[in-house]
C-alpha cells in the first residue's frame, strides 16, 4: 500500500525568500506526482504534474522534481510572496488501471510579509 | 459559477442523523469521486464512480453510500452519522480523456460536523 509523507507538517518563512518543500512515497511503481494547493476554505488547485519518466516540472516561480528510486519529489518555491501562503500537498498516483491517488497530509506554508 | 459545486458547503448535525452530500459539476467529465480530508491525515479516497452505472468503493467506504444519479451528479449519504464522520469532504471529477494523468477537479469541499 503506498504511503506518502510530508515533511513539515508547517512552515512560517519571511517574504522573499527561497523554500522547499518535500514529498517521500514508499512504492516507487507511480505513474505521475502531483502537487496542489489549497487555500482555506477551498478545494484543491492543481499546480505541477510529473510523469515517471521525468525528472522535473517548472510553473513560475514552482519548481517540482521527482526521484522515483529514492521515492521523492521537493517543490520548490523561488522568491516567495505572502500569497503563496496556503497548504501544498503531492500525491502520487498509482501505475494500476485505476490511476488511484495517494495524498500526503500536506505542508502548512506562511510567508510573512 | 464553479465547476464543481458541493451543497451543502457546512452542515452540523446529530449523531444517528441521515445526511446527504451533493455534487453537481458542468465540466462533461464522466469520473466522478468522494473524498474525505482529516487534520494531519490528508484526503482519503471514499467511493469513485467511472460512469452512470459503476460504484466503486474506496479506501475508506465503511459507514457511507453513494448514488450516481446522472452524469453530472454524484452524492454522498450518510445513513447513521456518527461523530468520527466529522471532517471535510471533498468532490472531484476527471475526464476519460484525461483520466491517464490522474488529473482532478476538485469543488470547494462540505464541512460537515457530527454532534
Known amino acids: 500500500k503506498q504511503e506518502v509523507t510530508q515533511i513539515p507538517a508547517a512552515l512560517s518563512v519571511p517574504e522573499g525568500e527561497n523554500l522547499v518543500l518535500n514529498c517521500s512515497f514508499t512504492?516507487?511503481?507511480?505513474?505521475?506526482l502531483q502537487w496542489f494547493r489549497q487555500d482555506p476554505g477551498k478545494g484543491l488547485t492543481s499546480l505541477l504534474l510529473i510523469q515517471s519518466s521525468q525528472r522535473e516540472q517548472t510553473s513560475g516561480r514552482l519548481n517540482a522534481s521527482l526521484d522515483k528510486s529514492s521515492g521523492r519529489s521537493t517543490l520548490y518555491i523561488a522568491a516567495s510572496q505572502p500569497g503563496d501562503s496556503a497548504t501544498y500537498l503531492c500525491?502520487?498516483?498509482?501505475?494500476?488501471?485505476?490511476?488511484?491517488?495517494?495524498f500526503g497530509s500536506g505542508t502548512q506554508l506562511t510567508v510573512l510579509p | 459559477d464553479a465547476d464543481v459545486t458541493q451543497t451543502p458547503r457546512n452542515r452540523i448535525t446529530k449523531t444517528g442523523k441521515r445526511i446527504m452530500l451533493e455534487c453537481s459539476q458542468t465540466k462533461g467529465h464522466d469520473r466522478m469521486y468522494w473524498y474525505r480530508q482529516d487534520p494531519g491525515l490528508g484526503l482519503r479516497l471514499i467511493y469513485y464512480?467511472?460512469?452512470?452505472?459503476?460504484?466503486n468503493k474506496g479506501e475508506i467506504s465503511d459507514g457511507y453510500s453513494v448514488s450516481r444519479q446522472a452524469q453530472a451528479k454524484f452524492s454522498l449519504s450518510l445513513e447513521s452519522a456518527i461523530p468520527n464522520q466529522t471532517a471535510l469532504y471533498f468532490c472531484?471529477?476527471?475526464?476519460?480523456?484525461?483520466?491517464?494523468?490522474?488529473?482532478?477537479?476538485f469543488g470547494e469541499g462540505s464541512r460537515l460536523t457530527v454532534l
Open positions: 464512480s467511472f460512469d452512470v452505472k459503476d460504484i
Open positions: 472531484a471529477t476527471s475526464d476519460w480523456r484525461t483520466a491517464n494523468t490522474g488529473e482532478l477537479f
Open positions: 500525491a502520487a498516483v498509482s501505475s494500476g488501471s485505476a490511476r488511484q491517488l495517494t
Open positions: 512504492d516507487s511503481a507511480i505513474y505521475n
